[in-house]
């Protein structure tokens, strides 16, 4: 059984920081890819961040670029997403998710469609 388990949400003031950890377990993870995304009140879930199966390949979505970095520690199992300079727009559930046979060492997956597994979401609130 696939669990994807998120942790590192909470409240922080604007400009502040957190990190986002998802601990994978189950099967042996080889040829996955992994993600990032958020979803807001009242909105549709939107892709943040993914980072391909050998970790070279990063993407963002514009309103993050340089300030959250996506990262993966294979001997353990978890992918984290680290969040700086933080605004109260970045308010939203987070969720963790990964696409098991990636394929390509250096493909990143954007649609939520592509993905298998998800983790169960952790909030984080941005006052102002």
């Known amino acids: 059984q696939v669990q994807l388990v998120e942790s590192g949400g909470g409240l922080v003031q604007a400009g502040g920081s957190l990190r986002l950890s998802c601990v994978a377990s189950?099967?042996?993870?080889?040829?996955?890819?992994m993600g990032w995304f958020r979803q807001a009140p009242k909105k549709e879930r939107e892709f943040v961040s993914a980072i391909s199966w050998s970790g070279a390949t990063t993407e963002y979505v514009d309103s993050v670029k340089g300030r959250f970095t996506i990262s993966k520690d294979d001997a353990k199992n978890t992918f984290y997403l680290q969040m700086n300079s933080l605004k109260p727009e970045d308010t939203a559930v987070y969720y963790c998710a990964v696409k098991k046979a990636a394929g390509s060492l250096y493909k990143v997956f954007k649609n939520i469609y592509d993905y298998d597994y998800w983790g169960q979401g952790t909030q984080v609130t941005v006052s102002s």
């Open positions: 189950g099967p042996t993870w080889t040829n996955y890819a």
